[in-house]
């Protein structure tokens, strides 16, 4: 795997968590749900430069699915910290569009490397 839009787009998703995150501890001192969301948003990208070294296509195809995971687990912990007003919303409207933007790229990297595996 190359430098991806998908890897980049991660790394700059994984950067707007942690900023979300920092903001959200110091301005409403809330620890347990923003926490999840800085594991869950973070991994999303872990996961996809795990991948990179996958040791076959199935590998790859586990990797990505888990990356697909903790992006749905992240969707979920950002629409709870907004419907909580932890986030404000113009700051719920830019992670929820880049985490389903990614959450479409996964889905079809997964059904790519899908298709190519079962034409071998």
Same mark, same amino acid.
């Given at each position: 795997?190359?430098?991806?839009?998908?890897?980049?787009?991660?790394? /700059?998703?994984?950067?707007?968590?942690?900023? !979300?995150?920092? &903001?959200?501890?110091? +301005?409403?001192? *809330? $620890?347990?749900?923003?926490?999840?969301?800085?594991?869950?948003?973070?991994?999303?990208?872990?996961?996809?430069?795990?991948?990179?070294?996958?040791?076959? /296509?199935?590998?790859?195809?586990?990797?990505? !699915?888990?990356? &697909?995971?903790?992006? +749905?687990?992240? *969707? $979920?912990?950002?629409?709870?910290?907004?419907?909580?007003?932890?986030?404000?919303?113009?700051?719920?409207?830019?992670?929820?569009?880049?985490?389903?933007?990614?959450?479409?790229?996964?889905?079809?990297?997964?059904?790519?490397?899908?298709?190519?595996?079962?034409?071998?």
């Amino acid at each position: 795997m190359k430098e991806s839009i998908l890897k980049i787009k991660s790394y /700059n998703f994984a950067l707007q968590i942690i900023k !979300s995150y920092q &903001l959200i501890v110091k +301005n409403d001192k *809330e $620890y347990t749900l923003s926490r999840q969301l800085l594991r869950s948003g973070t991994s999303v990208g872990a996961n996809i430069r795990e991948a990179e070294f996958a040791q076959s /296509n199935k590998d790859f195809i586990s990797k990505m !699915s888990i990356a &697909l995971k903790e992006a +749905n687990e992240t *969707e $979920y912990g950002i629409a709870l910290l907004h419907d909580s007003s932890y986030l404000k919303h113009d700051l719920f409207l830019s992670l929820i569009s880049q985490n389903k933007e990614l959450i479409k790229m996964l889905v079809a990297t997964i059904n790519t490397m899908k298709s190519k595996s079962t034409n071998f």
